[in-house]
């Protein structure tokens, strides 16, 4: 990684502190976009972490 990529992901991260507010967490929902929920479910708690009983916070309420 190059300093000039780490500064971009850097400011990338500060504008998604900056799109966050007390009714929209930008920060979980790109954890969920990218998988690292998931990563951090399967490190956490072995294959159980991946069952379907799993809600993520952009499908909660989705009636699924």
């Known amino acids: ?3 000039r990529e780490w500064e971009e992901g850097v400011s990338f991260l500060y ?8 009714l929209h967490n930008e920060g979980i ?3 969920d ?9 399967l490190l ?3 294959e159980v972490g ?5 809600r ?3 499908l909660a309420g ?3």
Do not use: K
Not at 15 to 22: K, L, R, S, V
Not at 50 to 54: E, G, L
């Open 56 to 58: 993520r916070p952009c």
């Open 33 to 41: 976009a990218i998988g690292v929920s998931t990563l951090v479910c």
């Open 44 to 46: 956490d708690n072995g």
């Open 62 to 64: 989705s009636g699924d």
């Open 1 to 3: 990684m190059t300093e």
């Open 15 to 22: 504008w998604i502190g900056q799109a966050t507010h007390d």
């Open 50 to 54: 991946a069952q379907p009983r799993m």
């Open 29 to 31: 929902l790109f954890s």
